[in-house]
């Protein structure tokens, strides 16, 4: 609660996933004032909902299953090096998704950074609003 910076790691989304939930740390984070960083499983856990299928690379289950996130802002981040944008079975995946949030697809080494409601672009991204597909200017 006191902390300056937080930094949620990488590695298993769905059991990083389990641990915020299981030790009550979504509504902490977002509450805090501490700067919330993210790489992969821990950038995708911080939006609002996130996709677990075999598009995004992320899946233990047969059909698609959406996983609450902490829901520091409300948008999804799909990160995983190898994803491809244009692929068919990812866009069926993530446009029903565009509907209600922001989805934003980072690729290999892309991050987002938001701050005060301003998205700012490193690397390649690209947002799905609304089933549009828009890759994003650079910014930082």
Excluded at 13 to 35: M, Q, W
Excluded at 111 to 134: C, F, M, N, P, Q
């Amino acid at each position: 609660e006191s902390a300056s910076a937080v930094f949620l790691c990488g590695g298993n989304t769905i059991a990083l996933n389990g641990f915020i939930f299981e030790y009550e740390l979504a509504d902490k984070l977002k509450n805090s004032d501490a700067l919330i960083m993210g790489a992969s499983a821990g950038a995708i856990n911080m939006g609002a909902k996130w996709l677990c299928g075999k598009s995004t690379g992320y899946y233990k289950e047969e059909e698609n299953v959406i996983y609450d996130g902490a829901g520091l802002d409300n948008i999804y981040l799909c990160s995983m090096h190898n994803l491809d944008v244009t692929s068919s079975s990812l866009q069926a995946d993530l446009t029903p998704m565009s509907e209600s949030l922001d989805v934003y697809v980072a690729y290999n080494e892309g991050a987002i950074r938001i701050k005060d409601g301003t998205v700012d672009v490193l690397g390649e991204v690209y947002l799905v609003r609304h089933s549009v597909i828009e890759k994003m200017d650079e910014t930082i």
